[in-house]
């Protein structure tokens, strides 16, 4: 079944040329960063964030691919820049702009913590648990257990500490996009809509104010959003607002809301052609956001099939 599923995928990514992915990062290492690069670039053009809405228009030689990375980590700069640059491969890089700013690591970098020093998953730190609450009670439940265990995340550990602003600022210099992925890294779905507006464009506006140019993208945390935050997004002036719902991007793709692909750390070759082929029906993958297959109904209730 595996040497049948590649070979589907080889065949439908060699001869499907009218869309594109956008592929989302978070801390992959050189090793994985070469990796997904060979394996795509046997069938995408690699492209930067400022062709994006143009390539949806209008049809290469072969299906673009936009890399993307999310949170702004420190092994970004260390693992993931060297070997893009070295490869001619432009990317995105979303931060978390607090986090960037202090240091201090993000509500999954304590609960990982956490776990990995209890050696078990409590049933109050399930991911599944703790994505369905607002991040000022995430906060207070981490609160309790590294109180109790006195437990508190490394962030010297480039997969837990952010880049720097100074960091971020070479990045771009280096012909990187730098985009905003709010300033504290919430479920915005899960806030009220006061606090996930002040996210939203507080990190935009921070991102426009270090880098000293305005922010171009934005890309939801989990990938959780609904149309009204996607299109107050894009009413912070960003071009481009990305979710994490897992198909190609065409000609009718809006870009207050576009799609992307996950790729993790353990995914060798094959799963990755996988993954990116089963994505172009726009129907079979799941969202990794926890919303299953909703975004289905939704394009289909909206005409964009």
Known sequence: MGKFLLGLAKFLLGNYFSKGIIIGNHI????????????????????????????????????FCLFTFDDG???????????????GVPAVFYLVTDSVTSNLPLWFDRRNAIVKDLGMIPEELKPERLKKMPLAQIHAQLDQF?????????????CVGAMSWDEARMLQKKGFTIGAHTRNHPILTNESLEEAKGEIGGSIASVTREMGHDCVSFAFPNGSY????????????????????????????????????????????????IKVAAALPGCLLKNPNGTGRAYVKVRWFHGDR
């Open 146 to 158: 590294a109180e109790k265990y006195s437990v508190c995340p490394d962030t010297n550990d480039p």
């Open 28 to 63: 992959q290492d050189r090793y994985q960063v070469t990796l997904e690069v060979e394996t795509l670039g046997q069938y995408f053009e690699f492209i930067h964030h400022d062709a994006l809405t143009g390539r949806m228009a209008m049809a290469g030689k072969r299906p």
């Open 226 to 273: 609904t149309n009204d935050l996607a299109r107050f997004a894009a009413s912070c002036g960003v071009k481009t607002v990305m979710t994490t719902d897992p198909i190609w991007v065409g000609a009718s793709a809006e870009p207050w809301h576009l799609p992307r692909i996950d790729i993790y750390n353990h995914y060798d070759p094959q799963k990755i052609l």
């Open 73 to 87: 980590k420190k092994i970004n700069v260390l693992e993931a820049v060297p070997v893009l640059e070295k490869l």
